[in-house]
């Protein structure tokens, strides 16, 4: 600045229009640059992003080098010391409004730059997704303009500290009174970012209902169940419940168990194979894993056993497994596999004397 008063012969009005003239000169370097020398670097990289965002920091850039020159040819010119008696500091008021305008724009590009940024980390992290995207995309949008706006208000002199103060008064005030809504807000976000379960994952809740997420939101989650029953629960209760997602896991597909037991005395290996051989024969059951028999236990009226047999799609449990106790039941009854029931065999030691047992009535001659 120094140098430059010197060439204009100490002549402030030359002097800030050398200013305004070096600084169009820079502005329209940084133009060029930003336009025509980067864009070439950028091209060879293979993502998009680089490119997106030089072609949103451009105008930013621009604008703050625009600023810059007007905010140091504002201080050469002194606009308050034209007035009379410099009775209002026009100054300050100009280097105010310069500086509001480069927050603005910044912020708009902070903005910008913030979705694209979240665009492109959309799918690629387990936290950034589709569904969880709008949620960052606000958050983030608030951070900038909440920050925007700060920074106005220290341009302009403003203290924030009795806003701030204002603000967490208000702040406990609307805690007391909406603790719950803010507990489900809260379990809301924690559901979005960790995922237990996503729409359309069947799941079972710790009081046993089963049903399909058709919606995950800020306050609640709902559910609709095999009797097209919708249930919505608040996310400060689910979240703190336990939760069985029969959608996840290392595979996607749901392990059918159909118990059942043979008499005491019958072939295991013939009633492995023809279980087995029934769970194949079901168009609807996965042939990776197979189907499998496993012996569980020797129960009280006969061998028990456990036929597991995987589906795709956990909205098809109950018609697949109506399937394979209708099969199981017909196969055993072709093959004569005895299936047991309850029964007691009853021992007399004695029987009172002159006691005659009675015969059944439905035996009981005509």
């Given at each position: 600045?120094?140098?430059?008063?010197?060439l204009t012969g100490?002549?402030?009005?030359?002097?800030?229009?050398?200013?305004?003239?070096?600084?169009?000169?820079?502005?329209?370097?940084?133009?060029?640059?930003?336009?025509?020398?980067?864009?070439?670097?950028?091209r060879r990289t293979?993502?998009?992003?680089?490119?997106?965002?030089?072609?949103?920091?451009?105008?930013?850039?621009?604008?703050?080098?625009?600023?810059?020159?007007?905010?140091?040819?504002?201080?050469?010119?002194?606009?308050?010391?034209?007035?009379?008696?410099?009775?209002?500091?026009?100054?300050?008021?100009?280097?105010?409004?310069?500086?509001?305008?480069?927050?603005?724009?910044?912020?708009?590009?902070?903005?910008?730059?913030?979705?694209?940024?979240?665009?492109?980390?959309?799918?690629?992290?387990?936290?950034?997704?589709?569904?969880?995207?709008?949620?960052?995309?606000?958050?983030?949008?608030?951070?900038?303009?909440?920050?925007?706006?700060?920074?106005?208000?220290?341009?302009?002199?403003?203290?924030?500290?009795?806003?701030?103060?204002?603000?967490?008064?208000?702040?406990?005030?609307?805690?007391?009174?909406?603790?719950?809504?803010?507990?489900?807000?809260?379990?809301?976000?924690?559901?979005?970012?960790?995922?237990?379960?996503?729409?359309?994952?069947?799941?079972?809740?710790?009081?046993?209902?089963?049903?399909?997420?058709?919606?995950?939101?800020?306050?609640?989650?709902?559910?609709?169940?095999?009797?097209?029953?919708?249930?919505?629960?608040?996310?400060?209760?689910?979240?703190?419940?336990?939760?069985?997602?029969?959608?996840?896991?290392?595979?996607?597909?749901?392990?059918?168990?159909?118990?059942?037991?043979?008499?005491?005395?019958?072939?295991?290996?013939?009633?492995?194979?023809?279980?087995?051989?029934?769970?194949?024969?079901?168009?609807?059951?996965?042939?990776?894993?197979?189907?499998?028999?496993?012996?569980?236990?020797?129960?009280?009226?006969?061998?028990?056993?456990?036929?597991?047999?995987?589906?795709?799609?956990?909205?098809?449990?109950?018609?697949?497994?109506?399937?394979?106790?209708?099969?199981?039941?017909?196969?055993?009854?072709?093959?004569?596999?005895?299936?047991?029931f309850p029964q007691?065999?009853?021992?007399?030691?004695?029987?009172?004397?002159?006691?005659?047992?009675?015969?059944?009535?439905?035996?009981?001659?005509?």
């Amino acid at each position: 600045m120094e140098e430059l008063s010197k060439l204009t012969g100490h002549d402030r009005y030359l002097t800030t229009a050398a200013l305004l003239a070096a600084t169009l000169a820079v502005a329209l370097l940084v133009e060029w640059v930003m336009a025509r020398l980067l864009p070439r670097l950028t091209r060879r990289t293979a993502s998009e992003l680089d490119d997106r965002l030089l072609a949103a920091l451009r105008r930013p850039i621009r604008v703050t080098v625009l600023v810059a020159g007007l905010a140091l040819a504002t201080l050469e010119i002194d606009p308050t010391s034209l007035l009379e008696r410099g009775t209002v500091p026009l100054t300050g008021i100009t280097l105010n409004l310069l500086t509001t305008i480069a927050i603005v724009v910044w912020m708009v590009a902070g903005v910008r730059i913030a979705g694209m940024l979240l665009d492109s980390a959309n799918g690629r992290t387990r936290y950034v997704e589709p569904r969880t995207l709008p949620l960052f995309r606000n958050v983030a949008n608030i951070g900038i303009v909440a920050a925007a706006i700060y920074f106005a208000f220290v341009t302009w002199g403003i203290d924030v500290t009795a806003w701030l103060a204002s603000a967490g008064i208000l702040g406990i005030a609307i805690g007391f009174a909406a603790k719950d809504s803010l507990a489900n807000f809260f379990a809301g976000i924690f559901i979005l970012t960790d995922a237990p379960y996503q729409v359309g994952d069947w799941v079972v809740l710790g009081s046993g209902e089963r049903g399909q997420v058709t919606h995950v939101g800020i306050r609640s989650t709902r559910l609709l169940t095999r009797d097209d029953i919708e249930i919505t629960i608040p996310n400060a209760v689910i979240g703190n419940a336990k939760i069985v997602n029969e959608s996840s896991g290392r595979w996607t597909k749901k392990r059918l168990r159909v118990a059942v037991a043979v008499a005491y005395g019958s072939d295991i290996d013939r009633v492995r194979a023809a279980l087995v051989e029934v769970a194949e024969a079901d168009p609807d059951v996965c042939a990776d894993p197979e189907p499998r028999m496993r012996f569980r236990a020797f129960g009280d009226s006969g061998l028990e056993l456990e036929l597991l047999a995987w589906i795709e799609d956990p909205l098809d449990s109950g018609r697949v497994l109506d399937n394979l106790h209708t099969a199981v039941y017909k196969r055993f009854a072709a093959e004569r596999i005895e299936i047991p029931f309850p029964q007691r065999d009853l021992h007399l030691r004695s029987v009172p004397a002159g006691w005659v047992p009675r015969e059944p009535p439905g035996d009981a001659s005509p």
